[in-house]
C-alpha cells in the first residue's frame, strides 16, 4: 500500500491543480463501491456523475486500489461510504488522494449495528450490511439526497423529486419481500451463510436467526468453526448453506461443511453486482426468491 500511495502522490497534485479548469458543471460524487454508487445514480441522475472506487464483481473486504481509484478519489466533490469499519481500505487512499475538506458521508451513522446470532462464536463482531434490510437501504438513500442538495443547492428539488420516486419503489420491493417470503415456515426460517452478512435482512424479514462460517471472509475458517456450523445445520429440517458469489476460497469451505451433513449449497448476494444482477433491487429480488425456493 506504502508503494502505491507513493506512485499516485504526483497524480494526484496535479489532478487537484486542475480540478477547477475541467469542472463540467455537473457534481463528482465517488462511492466505495458498487450498492452506494447505485443508490447514488438513482438520485443523482444527471446531475451527477457517480464512480465506485471497487469494481461491481469484486468483493469490497479484500478489494485493493489502484491509480485509476486514486485519480477518481482526487476530483471528487463528495465520498460515500458505508462505515461502521466496512471500508477499512479507504484511510490511507483517502489521506492520500482526496482534496483537503472533501465531504465524507457514512451513510450507515444514526443506524443501530447487529451482531451475529447470540450464541455465535462470532457475536462479538458487527454485522456492517445495513443496506439488506431495505429500510436501511432508505436511510441511506435520504442521507446521500441531503448531501447532494447541499452541494448543488440549485438541484435540490431535482434530487428530491429522484429520492421520492426511488424510495418509493424501495418500499414497495420491501412489501414484496415480506410477502414473498411469509410462506417460508417458521422452522426453516434460518440463513446459513459463509461470512457475517444477513443480520439486518433477518431481523427485517422474520428469520429467527442467522449462522455463518466466518465474521472476516479475509481469513479461513477456524476448526472450530467448522465444527460449529456443522452441528448448527445438522438440527435443521431444511439444511441449505448459503454462499456468495465474490469469496473464491469461501466455496471449498462452504461445499465442505455442506457434504458432512448433506446439506444444499445455493448463492445469495450481499455486497457485489453483475451484469445478470445489475441493481440493489435486483440483488434483493433475487435473494428473496432463491430464498423461498431453498426454504419453503
Not at 123 to 136: A, G, I, Y
Not at 170 to 197: C, F, G, M
Request: charged letters at 20%; proline letters at 5%.
Amino acid at each position: 500500500m506504502r508503494s502505491f500511495l507513493a506512485a499516485v502522490s504526483v497524480v494526484v497534485i496535479l489532478m487537484w491543480a486542475v480540478s477547477g479548469l475541467a469542472w463540467a458543471g455537473s457534481l463528482q460524487a465517488v462511492a466505495s463501491f458498487a450498492i452506494i454508487a447505485d443508490f447514488a445514480k438513482a438520485v443523482g441522475g444527471e446531475r451527477v456523475d457517480v464512480v465506485s472506487l471497487v469494481p461491481a464483481s469484486a468483493d469490497p473486504h479484500s478489494w485493493e486500489p489502484t491509480v485509476r481509484e486514486a485519480r477518481s478519489l482526487a476530483g471528487a466533490d463528495v465520498l460515500f461510504i458505508n462505515g461502521e469499519g466496512y471500508e477499512e481500505w479507504l484511510a490511507d487512499l483517502a489521506a492520500s488522494s482526496a482534496r483537503p475538506n472533501l465531504p465524507i458521508i457514512e451513510l450507515s451513522e444514526g443506524l443501530a449495528a447487529m451482531s451475529g446470532p447470540s450464541h455465535s462464536v462470532h457475536h462479538d463482531h458487527d454485522d456492517p450490511h445495513f443496506w439488506l434490510s431495505v429500510p436501511n437501504a432508505i436511510h441511506y438513500v435520504e442521507k446521500i439526497c441531503q448531501a447532494f442538495a447541499e452541494l448543488d443547492p440549485a438541484g435540490a428539488e431535482y434530487y428530491q423529486e429522484r429520492a421520492e420516486k426511488y424510495i418509493n419503489e424501495l418500499w414497495e420491493l420491501d412489501s414484496w419481500l415480506q410477502e414473498q417470503l411469509a410462506v417460508i415456515p417458521k422452522e426453516n426460517r434460518v440463513i446459513v451463510t459463509y461470512h457475517n452478512a444477513f443480520a439486518y435482512f433477518a431481523e427485517r424479514y422474520g428469520f429467527s436467526a442467522v449462522e455463518f462460517l466466518v465474521s472476516n471472509p479475509e481469513r479461513e475458517p477456524t476448526a472450530q468453526e467448522m465444527a460449529a456450523l456443522i452441528r448448527a445445520l445438522a438440527k435443521m429440517k431444511r439444511p441449505v448453506i448459503f454462499s456468495e458469489p465474490q469469496f473464491n476460497i469461501g466455496e471449498r469451505y462452504v461445499k465442505s461443511v455442506a457434504a458432512e451433513v448433506g446439506a444444499d449449497v445455493r448463492v445469495l448476494y450481499s455486497a457485489t453486482l453483475t451484469e445478470a444482477i445489475p441493481t440493489y433491487v435486483d440483488l434483493m429480488r433475487y435473494n428473496g426468491q432463491v430464498l423461498v425456493e431453498a426454504l419453503r
